[in-house]
């Protein structure tokens, strides 16, 4: 089996990198996401092209915006395709020496690989400033995923109770935040968010403490809360399960420290 292109390679080890970082196993990554375990075990390790959809799905699992990842999978995807051969030039006549005629071919090849290895340096450099969501900045940017594939699980009634990345309806593009986040007494942060595609609200809480709760509730419905267990879920965004059918006006969050007994709730 021949090696990956570099750009591949690159890709599938920030893949794992990330991955590590939500401390999430493959199976339960599989279970919060619409990729089966086997799949994600050939995307980690670089022996399957990877869907521009399970790129956005896994940042959304890390709390990390995808523009750092999505500038390698456009390189690693015209790999894959063979977009990158098509689009190259065709090989020059070999430079000969003027004194002797002798060819020289390798600097050809030098600055082919250069230019390779240059633009993959851009593209990486330029996707690195997207920075990571801090406690200052708030809310990072929302991502816009130019397709809705897979198909959201559920819509409406059959959404209450789901988890919203495992029925992809919190994917980017198909999720947006029912007004700015609401920063807590303890600095967590705490949003609702709604999906028109699965018609269906959520609540989702980053920057939090082990013990700390987040409860989204709205008329007529059963609340529907998440608890932040272990440090590793205080790395990544952490979401209560669905409220299926829900109207966007109603909803409220509240917010429960670890240890505290008192609620902090909003209306967006």
């Not at 750009?7 to 339960?28: D, I, K, P, Q, V």
């Not at 050809?108 to 400033?129: E, K, M, N, Q, S």
């Not at 709604?194 to 419905?221: L, M, N």
Request: hydrophobic content about 35%.
């Amino acid at each position: 089996m021949t090696d990956p292109a570099p750009e591949c390679a690159a890709l599938a080890e920030r893949l794992r990198a990330l991955r590590a970082r939500t401390g999430l196993s493959l199976a339960a990554l599989a279970a919060r996401t619409p990729y089966s375990k086997s799949s994600w075990e050939r995307y980690l390790n670089g022996r399957l092209p990877v869907p521009r959809q399970a790129v956005e799905a896994l940042c959304e699992r890390a709390g990390e915006p995808s523009g750092r990842l999505l500038a390698l999978w456009e390189l690693a995807d015209a790999q894959w395709s063979g977009r990158a051969r098509s689009a190259a030039p065709p090989p020059k006549e070999p430079e000969h020496d003027a004194g002797t005629g002798v060819a020289r071919p390798r600097r050809h090849r030098r600055r082919l690989a250069l230019g390779t290895v240059t633009a993959l340096a851009a593209a990486v450099a330029a996707a690195a400033a997207v920075s990571l969501p801090d406690r200052d900045s708030g809310r990072p940017a929302a991502p816009v995923s130019p397709a809705l594939d897979p198909a959201p699980g559920c819509h409406g009634d059959g959404c209450d109770g789901r988890d919203p990345d495992g029925m992809a309806c919190g994917l980017p593009g198909r999720a947006d935040a029912l007004g700015p986040p609401h920063r807590t007494g303890t600095g967590a942060r705490v949003e609702i968010r709604y999906s028109t595609v699965c018609a269906a609200a959520w609540g989702r809480v980053w920057h939090a403490r082990p013990g700390d709760t987040v409860e989204v509730t709205a008329p007529g419905a059963r609340p529907r809360s998440v608890v932040v267990r272990t440090p590793a879920d205080t790395r990544v965004y952490r979401f209560t399960p669905m409220i299926g059918g829900a109207p966007r006006t109603g909803l409220r969050l509240c917010f429960l420290p670890a240890g505290g007994t008192s609620r902090e709730c909003y209306h967006p």
